[in-house]
């Protein structure tokens, strides 16, 4: 734990390592409950031909991901309203056609380097100081606006027409929710990778709800596993020279297990 | 809102609803009103366009033609929903996963909006209140999911009433609950409608409570086919031809 205190790199990581964990936790509950834990999977296909394209055309591609991750999202949500697709229909066309693009366009661009490697795996360990400030200000403003609409995205999920009667404004919530959740998956790309961010999204979250008497129980659970997940996670990482995002997501998944056991063995008594 | 004046117009205004799903009518020219302290039954066959019917009054479904008044607005331009209460068909149907406790959800419907600027103690007292109405003032920290069916009707309804609404919709309220906790069911509404003055509507099959309970009734058959006081119901042609039909209605002795 000294190495925290002493290594700059370490510092940098747990700082926006944590923030963005925090950031997935929180629309990861909503996600699960909406039933749309796929649509960070599909998210982070599409963001690899984000990435990609602005490798091809060496603008920045955390950038440009954000960008086609946003466009995307509302274009998911848009085809599962007009067209009548099931949700995780929609998903799957745009994860498909994602991650065909980004493929494509890596081999143009010429990019299978480490540069590609490092958004596919995540190098949060790598992470710089300018990419530390603007991962912890955009987290913090999901985790603020969640907050801030906190209630009313509780409602709608719960119960969508009598949130609606209500005076909730279920259509703007949805466009605001996917907005946050195609920002909060880019982010995460920068954690665990492309490959595991719906991990980040969905486990620390899932595991949350094992044991949450009540929503806002569930909400801080998620919080602290994903924290805790993140903090240990590096730890172990540079203590036994692992990678980072394998790592976190393996203690995140454990954690699951040890809350759903507790759950089992709470209701077998 | 002024009692007074409230007494002369109608709550509720419909006029000349008529409603298609596609090419399939589904309601042709319905026109009534809802007075304040009704406590109306809304009943036909299924497929008779009830839950529609409510659907378009709340501004949940546009009309093909015709208007709906809430308070003398126009319902699109409505935006006093508080006044409304709403009980949907499928709140039986609650995700049994859902880690909401019986206080948040009744706590739901105060932060629909956020002009509701009310002090967390007194919405505490509001939700206490509200669930000491419904009978499940002990059950304040369980979570939703944990509860009968019978008793999660009753949380939605506190959640309903805890604005103190003027008028409480409730669609076909007792799907799945048993005899007992529906008789129970319908003397705490009575008491709402009584006692508390609110105006109740309600989508049912339950000719038993029509009897019993209601004090207007509104037969549909995508026409309105009656509408009146529930005395004058049974002997009314509307109902011998609902009977005739073979429509499904529930009957029981009091």
């Given at each position: 734990m000294d190495a925290f205190l002493s290594y700059g790199f370490l510092q940098r990581a747990l700082l926006a390592g944590i923030f963005i964990a925090v950031a997935c936790a929180l629309l990861g509950v909503f996600l699960i409950l909406r039933r749309d834990s796929m649509i960070g999977h599909g998210l982070a296909h599409i963001s690899f031909a984000g990435v990609a394209l602005g490798l091809f055309l060496n603008i920045i591609p955390l950038g440009i991901a954000l960008a086609v991750a946003v466009l995307t999202a509302l274009g998911i949500m848009k085809l599962k309203e007009k067209a009548g697709l099931y949700g995780d229909t929609a998903i799957a066309i745009f994860s498909s056609v994602g991650l065909a693009a980004g493929i494509v366009l890596a081999t143009l661009a010429r990019s299978y380097n480490v540069d590609l490697f490092g958004y596919l795996f995540g190098d949060i360990l790598a992470i710089e100081t300018s990419e530390v400030w603007l991962s912890v200000a955009l987290a913090v403003i999901v985790v603020f606006i969640v907050i801030l609409n906190y209630h009313r995205f509780m409602y709608m999920t719960f119960d969508r027409e009598a949130a609606k009667v209500s005076g909730v404004k279920v259509g703007r919530l949805d466009v605001l929710l996917t907005v946050l959740t195609a920002v909060t998956v880019v982010l995460g790309m920068k954690v665990v990778g492309i490959l595991l961010v719906s991990a980040l999204v969905v486990i620390p979250a899932a595991a949350g709800l094992q044991l949450a008497s009540n929503f806002k129980q569930a909400i801080l659970l998620s919080s602290l596993i994903a924290v805790v997940s993140v903090l240990f996670g590096l730890f172990l990482a540079y203590s036994f020279d692992l990678p980072a995002s394998g790592t976190i997501v393996i203690l995140s998944f454990l954690l699951f297990g040890l809350f759903f056991l507790v759950k089992r063995v709470n209701k077998v008594r | 809102m002024d009692s007074s004046a409230a007494d002369l117009k109608p709550l509720i205004d419909v006029r000349n609803i008529s409603f298609n799903y596609g090419p399939i009518p589904v309601l042709k020219e319905v026109t009534f009103s809802i007075n304040l302290g009704d406590f109306l039954a809304i009943i036909g066959p299924n497929g008779s366009g009830k839950t529609t019917l409510v659907k378009i009054i709340l501004g949940l479904l546009k009309p093909s033609r015709g208007e709906v008044r809430i308070l003398g607005q126009p319902v699109d331009e409505f935006f006093d929903w508080n006044r409304i209460g709403y009980v949907p068909q499928?709140?039986?149907?609650?995700?049994?996963?859902?880690?909401?406790?019986i206080k948040e959800v009744v706590a739901m419907e105060f932060h629909a909006v956020s002009s509701h600027a009310m002090r967390k103690q007194d919405k505490e007292l509001s939700v206490a209140r509200a669930l000491k109405q419904v009978g499940m003032e002990s059950f304040t920290s369980r979570r939703i999911g944990s509860l009968s069916g019978g008793q999660q009707q009753r949380v939605f309804i506190a959640r309903a009433i805890v604005n103190k609404p003027h008028i409480l919709f409730l669609d076909?309220?007792?799907?799945?609950?048993d005899t007992e906790t529906q008789e129970h069911f319908y003397d705490m509404l009575d008491s709402l409608n009584k006692k508390e003055g609110i105006t109740i509507v309600m989508i049912t099959h339950d000719i038993g409570i029509v009897n019993k309970h209601v004090s207007q009734v509104a037969c549909l058959n995508?026409?309105?086919v009656y509408h009146g006081a529930h005395e004058d119901f049974c002997r009314s042609k509307a109902f011998k031809e609902m009977l005739a039909g073979g429509h499904h209605l529930v009957s029981h002795r009091h």
């Open positions: - | 499928k709140a039986t149907h609650v995700d049994p996963l859902f880690p909401a406790s076909e309220p007792t799907t799945g609950v995508q026409r309105l």
